[in-house]
Protein backbone atom coordinates (compact mmCIF):
# COMPACT_ATOMS: atom_id res chain seq x y z
CA UNK A 1 0.00 0.00 0.00
CA UNK A 2 2.93 2.35 0.72
CA UNK A 3 4.76 2.24 -2.74
CA UNK A 4 1.02 2.14 -4.21
CA UNK A 5 0.38 6.05 -2.41
CA UNK A 6 3.91 7.18 -3.18
CA UNK A 7 3.55 6.54 -6.72
CA UNK A 8 -0.10 7.97 -6.80
CA UNK A 9 1.02 10.99 -5.32
CA UNK A 10 4.11 11.12 -7.82
CA UNK A 11 1.09 11.54 -10.58
CA UNK A 12 -1.34 12.88 -8.36
CA UNK A 13 -1.54 15.98 -10.94
CA UNK A 14 -2.75 13.77 -14.10
CA UNK A 15 -5.07 11.98 -12.14
CA UNK A 16 -8.51 13.28 -13.15
CA UNK A 17 -11.53 13.75 -10.03
CA UNK A 18 -12.78 10.38 -10.94
CA UNK A 19 -9.12 8.45 -10.16
CA UNK A 20 -8.57 10.85 -7.12
CA UNK A 21 -11.96 9.70 -5.45
CA UNK A 22 -10.99 6.37 -6.22
CA UNK A 23 -7.66 6.50 -4.74
CA UNK A 24 -9.62 8.40 -1.36
CA UNK A 25 -12.23 5.21 -1.49
CA UNK A 26 -8.71 3.08 -1.35
CA UNK A 27 -7.12 4.92 1.21
CA UNK A 28 -10.31 4.82 3.35
CA UNK A 29 -10.42 1.28 3.06
CA UNK A 30 -7.07 0.42 4.17
CA UNK A 31 -7.71 2.31 7.10
CA UNK A 32 -10.40 0.64 7.93
CA UNK A 33 -8.61 -2.72 7.78
CA UNK A 34 -5.63 -1.38 10.32
CA UNK A 35 -8.07 -0.12 12.42
CA UNK A 36 -9.96 -3.30 12.18
CA UNK A 37 -6.78 -5.64 12.79
CA UNK A 38 -5.74 -3.36 15.67
CA UNK A 39 -9.05 -3.58 17.31
CA UNK A 40 -8.57 -7.41 17.11
CA UNK A 41 -5.34 -7.71 18.57
CA UNK A 42 -5.11 -9.20 22.03
CA UNK A 43 -2.42 -7.27 23.67
CA UNK A 44 -3.08 -3.40 24.47
CA UNK A 45 -1.52 -0.82 21.88
CA UNK A 46 -0.81 2.34 22.54
CA UNK A 47 0.82 5.18 20.67
CA UNK A 48 1.98 8.71 21.85
CA UNK A 49 3.83 11.30 20.87
CA UNK A 50 7.26 12.58 21.80
CA UNK A 51 5.42 14.85 24.18
CA UNK A 52 4.06 11.41 25.54
CA UNK A 53 0.15 12.61 24.65
CA UNK A 54 -2.01 10.50 23.20
CA UNK A 55 -2.11 9.62 19.90
CA UNK A 56 -3.51 6.18 19.27
CA UNK A 57 -4.96 3.23 20.84
CA UNK A 58 -6.52 0.07 21.35
CA UNK A 59 -9.83 -0.88 23.37
CA UNK A 60 -7.90 -3.83 24.71
CA UNK A 61 -5.38 -0.88 26.16
CA UNK A 62 -8.36 0.67 27.74
CA UNK A 63 -10.01 -2.31 29.62
CA UNK A 64 -6.56 -3.32 30.91
CA UNK A 65 -5.03 -0.15 31.82
CA UNK A 66 -6.86 1.21 35.15
CA UNK A 67 -7.97 4.94 33.99
CA UNK A 68 -8.87 8.24 35.64
CA UNK A 69 -9.53 9.78 32.74
CA UNK A 70 -11.01 7.72 29.45
CA UNK A 71 -9.42 7.34 25.88
CA UNK A 72 -12.31 8.76 24.38
CA UNK A 73 -12.33 12.15 26.76
CA UNK A 74 -11.27 14.99 24.90
CA UNK A 75 -8.78 15.82 27.90
CA UNK A 76 -7.12 12.62 27.51
CA UNK A 77 -5.28 14.28 24.42
CA UNK A 78 -4.42 17.54 26.31
CA UNK A 79 -2.54 16.11 29.37
CA UNK A 80 0.58 13.60 29.16
CA UNK A 81 -0.23 10.30 29.22
CA UNK A 82 0.50 9.41 32.73
CA UNK A 83 -2.26 11.27 33.90
CA UNK A 84 -4.38 9.45 32.42
CA UNK A 85 -3.39 6.46 34.79
CA UNK A 86 -5.39 5.72 38.07
CA UNK A 87 -2.35 3.64 39.34
CA UNK A 88 0.46 5.13 41.13
CA UNK A 89 3.52 2.75 40.02
CA UNK A 90 2.22 2.42 36.14
CA UNK A 91 1.68 6.45 36.14
CA UNK A 92 5.21 6.73 38.05
CA UNK A 93 6.52 4.10 35.25
CA UNK A 94 5.64 5.94 32.30
CA UNK A 95 6.82 9.55 33.73
CA UNK A 96 9.78 7.85 34.28
CA UNK A 97 10.54 6.87 30.90
CA UNK A 98 9.58 10.63 29.43
CA UNK A 99 11.83 12.35 31.77
CA UNK A 100 14.78 10.14 31.55
CA UNK A 101 14.07 9.40 27.88
CA UNK A 102 14.01 5.67 28.07
CA UNK A 103 13.67 4.34 24.76
CA UNK A 104 13.06 0.04 25.70
CA UNK A 105 11.58 -0.87 28.84
CA UNK A 106 9.64 -3.25 30.33
CA UNK A 107 7.99 -4.20 33.64
CA UNK A 108 5.55 -6.12 35.40
CA UNK A 109 2.49 -4.66 37.23
CA UNK A 110 -0.37 -5.89 39.84
CA UNK A 111 -3.90 -3.98 39.40
CA UNK A 112 -7.06 -4.58 41.41
CA UNK A 113 -10.48 -4.13 39.35
CA UNK A 114 -13.18 -2.30 41.24
CA UNK A 115 -14.29 -5.68 41.94
CA UNK A 116 -11.78 -6.33 43.95
CA UNK A 117 -10.15 -9.12 41.32
CA UNK A 118 -6.13 -8.44 41.45
CA UNK A 119 -4.78 -8.52 37.53
CA UNK A 120 -1.45 -9.13 36.44
CA UNK A 121 0.17 -6.88 33.73
CA UNK A 122 3.30 -6.83 32.01
CA UNK A 123 4.26 -3.43 30.07
CA UNK A 124 6.40 -3.36 27.06
CA UNK A 125 8.06 0.33 25.70
CA UNK A 126 9.55 0.61 22.50
CA UNK A 127 10.50 3.21 20.19
CA UNK A 128 8.37 4.52 17.09
CA UNK A 129 10.69 5.56 14.23
CA UNK A 130 9.82 7.15 11.01
CA UNK A 131 13.08 7.65 8.27
CA UNK A 132 15.40 7.13 11.52
CA UNK A 133 13.81 9.87 13.21
CA UNK A 134 12.23 9.26 17.06
CA UNK A 135 8.27 10.46 16.76
CA UNK A 136 7.54 8.80 19.74
CA UNK A 137 6.92 5.60 21.88
CA UNK A 138 4.61 2.32 21.19
CA UNK A 139 3.10 0.89 24.23
CA UNK A 140 2.24 -2.50 24.70
CA UNK A 141 0.13 -4.12 27.42
CA UNK A 142 -0.26 -7.80 27.99
CA UNK A 143 -3.10 -9.31 30.60
CA UNK A 144 -1.09 -12.03 32.24
CA UNK A 145 -3.52 -12.83 35.10
CA UNK A 146 -4.43 -16.42 33.13
CA UNK A 147 -0.86 -17.29 33.19
CA UNK A 148 -0.10 -16.47 36.46
CA UNK A 149 -3.58 -18.32 37.81
CA UNK A 150 -2.50 -21.26 35.97
CA UNK A 151 1.00 -21.49 37.69
CA UNK A 152 -1.12 -20.90 41.12
CA UNK A 153 -3.18 -23.89 40.02
CA UNK A 154 0.06 -26.16 39.17
CA UNK A 155 1.52 -25.09 42.40
CA UNK A 156 -1.87 -26.05 44.19
CA UNK A 157 -1.99 -29.45 42.21
CA UNK A 158 1.71 -30.60 43.50
CA UNK A 159 0.65 -29.69 46.63
CA UNK A 160 -2.20 -32.04 46.91
CA UNK A 161 0.00 -34.53 46.15
CA UNK A 162 0.97 -35.08 49.10
CA UNK A 163 -2.56 -35.28 50.45
CA UNK A 164 -1.73 -39.05 50.73
CA UNK A 165 1.18 -38.70 52.96
CA UNK A 166 -0.62 -35.88 55.45
CA UNK A 167 -3.67 -38.64 55.72
CA UNK A 168 -1.39 -41.54 56.57
CA UNK A 169 -0.04 -39.59 59.36
CA UNK A 170 -3.15 -38.14 60.76
CA UNK A 171 -4.35 -41.82 60.60
CA UNK A 172 -1.11 -42.72 62.78
CA UNK A 173 -1.68 -39.42 64.81
CA UNK A 174 -5.12 -40.17 65.72
CA UNK A 175 -4.77 -43.49 66.84
CA UNK A 176 -2.68 -42.77 70.19
CA UNK A 177 -5.67 -40.12 71.84
CA UNK A 178 -8.54 -42.79 70.63
CA UNK A 179 -6.73 -45.70 72.45
CA UNK A 180 -6.21 -43.49 75.57
CA UNK A 181 -9.98 -42.73 75.50
CA UNK A 182 -10.82 -46.12 75.30
CA UNK A 183 -8.72 -47.77 77.66
CA UNK A 184 -10.56 -45.48 80.33
CA UNK A 185 -13.73 -45.61 79.27
CA UNK A 186 -13.57 -49.41 79.94
CA UNK A 187 -12.11 -48.99 83.25
CA UNK A 188 -14.93 -46.11 84.13
CA UNK A 189 -17.58 -49.01 83.02
CA UNK A 190 -15.54 -51.29 85.32
CA UNK A 191 -15.94 -49.29 88.01
CA UNK A 192 -19.94 -48.43 87.35
CA UNK A 193 -20.38 -52.67 87.00
CA UNK A 194 -18.46 -53.20 90.26
CA UNK A 195 -20.60 -50.29 91.62
CA UNK A 196 -23.74 -52.10 90.69
CA UNK A 197 -22.75 -55.42 92.54
CA UNK A 198 -21.84 -53.39 95.51
CA UNK A 199 -25.91 -52.34 95.93
CA UNK A 200 -25.04 -49.27 93.88
CA UNK A 201 -22.36 -47.84 95.85
CA UNK A 202 -19.80 -45.67 93.79
CA UNK A 203 -16.37 -45.88 94.67
CA UNK A 204 -14.33 -42.81 95.48
CA UNK A 205 -15.48 -39.77 93.45
CA UNK A 206 -11.83 -38.79 92.20
CA UNK A 207 -11.73 -42.35 90.72
CA UNK A 208 -14.02 -41.48 87.65
CA UNK A 209 -13.24 -37.87 87.58
CA UNK A 210 -9.61 -38.39 86.80
CA UNK A 211 -11.05 -40.77 84.08
CA UNK A 212 -12.92 -38.12 82.79
CA UNK A 213 -10.35 -35.90 82.43
CA UNK A 214 -7.57 -37.58 80.59
CA UNK A 215 -10.69 -38.58 78.37
CA UNK A 216 -11.50 -34.51 77.87
CA UNK A 217 -7.79 -34.18 77.65
CA UNK A 218 -7.35 -36.59 74.80
CA UNK A 219 -10.63 -35.13 73.16
CA UNK A 220 -9.15 -31.92 72.58
CA UNK A 221 -5.89 -33.28 71.34
CA UNK A 222 -7.67 -35.00 68.74
CA UNK A 223 -9.61 -31.42 68.35
CA UNK A 224 -6.92 -29.83 67.54
CA UNK A 225 -4.78 -33.01 65.41
CA UNK A 226 -8.15 -32.14 63.08
CA UNK A 227 -7.71 -28.71 62.94
CA UNK A 228 -4.14 -28.92 62.23
CA UNK A 229 -4.83 -31.57 59.11
CA UNK A 230 -7.37 -29.33 57.74
CA UNK A 231 -5.12 -26.23 57.91
CA UNK A 232 -2.32 -28.61 56.00
CA UNK A 233 -4.72 -30.53 53.60
CA UNK A 234 -6.39 -26.60 52.89
CA UNK A 235 -5.21 -25.11 49.10
CA UNK A 236 -3.18 -21.83 50.22
CA UNK A 237 -5.30 -18.98 48.86
CA UNK A 238 -2.37 -16.70 47.99
CA UNK A 239 -2.95 -13.21 46.96
CA UNK A 240 -0.06 -12.44 45.18
CA UNK A 241 1.08 -9.04 44.38
CA UNK A 242 4.37 -7.28 43.43
CA UNK A 243 6.37 -6.62 47.24
CA UNK A 244 9.60 -5.50 48.28
CA UNK A 245 10.63 -8.45 50.43
CA UNK A 246 13.36 -6.71 52.43
CA UNK A 247 11.17 -4.15 53.37
CA UNK A 248 8.26 -6.31 54.26
CA UNK A 249 11.08 -8.13 56.68
CA UNK A 250 12.28 -5.12 58.02
CA UNK A 251 8.36 -4.73 59.24
CA UNK A 252 8.22 -8.04 60.72
CA UNK A 253 11.41 -7.68 62.62
CA UNK A 254 9.72 -5.17 64.80
CA UNK A 255 7.37 -7.57 65.74
CA UNK A 256 9.61 -10.81 66.97
CA UNK A 257 13.20 -8.44 67.56
CA UNK A 258 11.87 -7.82 71.56
CA UNK A 259 11.38 -11.14 72.02
CA UNK A 260 14.83 -12.24 70.83
CA UNK A 261 16.12 -9.13 72.92
CA UNK A 262 14.49 -10.32 76.14
CA UNK A 263 16.40 -13.75 75.55
CA UNK A 264 19.94 -11.92 74.90
CA UNK A 265 20.00 -13.03 71.30
CA UNK A 266 21.81 -10.53 68.43
CA UNK A 267 19.36 -9.87 65.46
CA UNK A 268 20.63 -8.70 62.11
CA UNK A 269 18.92 -8.09 58.60
CA UNK A 270 20.91 -7.00 55.88
CA UNK A 271 20.38 -7.07 51.98
CA UNK A 272 22.23 -5.30 48.80
CA UNK A 273 18.79 -5.37 46.88
CA UNK A 274 16.65 -3.72 49.16
CA UNK A 275 14.64 -2.39 46.23
CA UNK A 276 13.47 -5.30 44.29
CA UNK A 277 10.15 -6.29 44.16
CA UNK A 278 8.83 -10.09 43.76
CA UNK A 279 5.24 -11.85 43.51
CA UNK A 280 4.40 -12.60 47.56
CA UNK A 281 0.99 -12.54 49.55
CA UNK A 282 2.40 -10.12 52.34
CA UNK A 283 0.07 -12.15 55.01
CA UNK A 284 1.41 -15.55 54.05
CA UNK A 285 4.63 -14.04 53.58
CA UNK A 286 4.88 -13.09 57.23
CA UNK A 287 3.89 -16.57 58.40
CA UNK A 288 6.98 -17.75 56.50
CA UNK A 289 9.24 -15.35 58.53
CA UNK A 290 8.01 -15.59 61.73
CA UNK A 291 7.81 -19.32 61.84
CA UNK A 292 11.78 -19.57 60.93
CA UNK A 293 12.14 -16.76 63.70
CA UNK A 294 10.46 -18.88 66.35
CA UNK A 295 12.59 -22.29 64.98
CA UNK A 296 15.58 -20.06 65.48
CA UNK A 297 14.63 -18.86 68.60
CA UNK A 298 13.58 -22.10 70.14
CA UNK A 299 17.03 -23.75 68.87
CA UNK A 300 19.29 -20.75 70.28
CA UNK A 301 17.28 -21.12 73.90
CA UNK A 302 18.02 -24.84 73.62
CA UNK A 303 21.47 -24.71 73.32
CA UNK A 304 21.97 -22.30 76.02
CA UNK A 305 20.60 -24.54 78.36
CA UNK A 306 22.56 -27.09 77.55
CA UNK A 307 25.76 -25.09 77.24
CA UNK A 308 28.40 -24.62 80.61
CA UNK A 309 29.62 -21.74 79.29
CA UNK A 310 27.14 -19.15 80.00
CA UNK A 311 29.14 -16.76 77.63
CA UNK A 312 27.52 -17.55 75.00
CA UNK A 313 25.90 -15.02 72.99
CA UNK A 314 22.85 -15.98 70.32
CA UNK A 315 22.87 -15.22 66.83
CA UNK A 316 19.96 -14.55 64.05
CA UNK A 317 19.85 -13.61 61.01
CA UNK A 318 18.06 -12.74 57.53
CA UNK A 319 19.87 -11.42 54.29
CA UNK A 320 18.21 -10.60 51.13
CA UNK A 321 20.50 -11.11 47.91
CA UNK A 322 19.94 -11.34 44.19
CA UNK A 323 21.60 -13.70 42.13
CA UNK A 324 21.75 -15.24 38.91
CA UNK A 325 18.65 -13.52 37.87
CA UNK A 326 17.26 -15.10 41.45
CA UNK A 327 16.21 -13.46 44.69
CA UNK A 328 17.20 -15.10 47.96
CA UNK A 329 16.45 -15.16 51.30
CA UNK A 330 18.55 -16.05 53.99
CA UNK A 331 17.82 -17.35 57.33
CA UNK A 332 20.71 -18.62 59.63
CA UNK A 333 21.26 -18.80 63.48
CA UNK A 334 23.96 -20.18 65.76
CA UNK A 335 21.32 -22.47 67.95
CA UNK A 336 21.54 -26.54 68.54
CA UNK A 337 21.03 -27.00 65.19
CA UNK A 338 19.84 -30.62 63.24
CA UNK A 339 21.12 -33.87 62.57
CA UNK A 340 21.38 -34.94 59.29
CA UNK A 341 17.80 -36.98 59.54
CA UNK A 342 15.91 -34.42 61.24
CA UNK A 343 17.17 -32.23 58.14
CA UNK A 344 15.75 -34.60 55.93
CA UNK A 345 12.82 -34.67 56.92
CA UNK A 346 12.06 -31.43 58.68
CA UNK A 347 9.51 -30.64 56.09
CA UNK A 348 7.41 -33.96 56.05
CA UNK A 349 4.13 -33.44 57.95
CA UNK A 350 3.40 -34.56 61.36
CA UNK A 351 7.52 -34.96 61.84
CA UNK A 352 8.84 -32.95 65.00
CA UNK A 353 11.63 -32.63 67.50
CA UNK A 354 9.55 -30.09 70.33
CA UNK A 355 7.29 -31.83 72.70
CA UNK A 356 4.40 -29.59 72.12
CA UNK A 357 5.14 -29.58 68.23
CA UNK A 358 2.28 -30.30 65.41
CA UNK A 359 4.50 -30.86 62.96
CA UNK A 360 3.12 -28.91 60.38
CA UNK A 361 4.49 -25.55 60.81
CA UNK A 362 7.44 -26.14 58.28
CA UNK A 363 4.97 -27.97 56.11
CA UNK A 364 3.43 -24.96 55.70
CA UNK A 365 6.44 -22.57 55.20
CA UNK A 366 6.86 -25.13 52.44
CA UNK A 367 3.94 -25.06 50.90
CA UNK A 368 3.83 -21.11 51.11
CA UNK A 369 6.96 -21.16 49.17
CA UNK A 370 5.90 -23.38 46.54
CA UNK A 371 2.39 -21.73 46.37
CA UNK A 372 5.13 -18.13 45.54
CA UNK A 373 6.95 -20.51 42.83
CA UNK A 374 9.88 -20.33 45.10
CA UNK A 375 12.28 -22.96 46.57
CA UNK A 376 13.37 -23.95 50.01
CA UNK A 377 16.55 -25.54 51.32
CA UNK A 378 18.38 -26.23 54.66
CA UNK A 379 21.19 -26.83 55.74
CA UNK A 380 22.35 -27.45 59.44
CA UNK A 381 24.92 -29.07 61.74
CA UNK A 382 24.26 -30.36 65.35
CA UNK A 383 25.69 -27.99 68.16
CA UNK A 384 26.98 -24.93 65.74
CA UNK A 385 23.63 -23.84 64.06
CA UNK A 386 21.06 -24.22 60.75
CA UNK A 387 20.65 -21.87 57.59
CA UNK A 388 17.53 -22.11 55.48
CA UNK A 389 17.83 -20.99 51.60
CA UNK A 390 14.81 -19.40 49.79
CA UNK A 391 15.01 -18.76 46.12
CA UNK A 392 12.21 -16.97 44.17
CA UNK A 393 11.88 -15.71 40.48
CA UNK A 394 12.53 -12.37 39.73
CA UNK A 395 9.90 -10.36 37.60
CA UNK A 396 10.69 -9.26 33.84
CA UNK A 397 11.72 -5.87 35.48
CA UNK A 398 13.81 -6.57 37.54
CA UNK A 399 15.92 -9.31 35.71
CA UNK A 400 16.31 -7.02 32.86
CA UNK A 401 17.49 -3.90 34.93
CA UNK A 402 19.80 -7.02 36.39
CA UNK A 403 21.22 -7.71 33.33
CA UNK A 404 22.00 -3.94 31.87
CA UNK A 405 23.81 -3.49 35.70
CA UNK A 406 26.03 -6.49 34.49
CA UNK A 407 26.88 -5.09 31.24
Known sequence: MRSYLKKISQHASKLSKEQLLNVLDDIVGENENLTSILESIS???????????????????????????????????????????????????????????????????????????????????????????????????????????????????????????????????????????????????????????????????????????????????????????????????????LKNPFALIENIAGFFKPEFTDENIDVEISGDSKNVKIMLDEKLFRDVIINLAQNSLAAIKSKKENLVDKTFKGKFFINCNVAENKYFITVSDNGCGMNSDTVSKIFEPYYTTKANGTGLGMTMVYKIIKEFSGEIFVESEEGKGTMFRIQFPIPQKNKKLLTQAGE
Open 43 to 241: TGLVIVGTDFVLVQNNKTAESALPLKIHFDDPKSTLVPFWELIDDDDISAFFKNVFDKKITNSCEDFTTMTGGGVIRFLTISISPLLYKGQDKGRIILIQDITESKNQEVLLHRMENLANLTNLAAGMAHEIKNPLGAISIHIQLIQKALAKARENNNILGDKKFAEDHIDVINEEIEHLNKLVMDFLLAVRPVKASLE
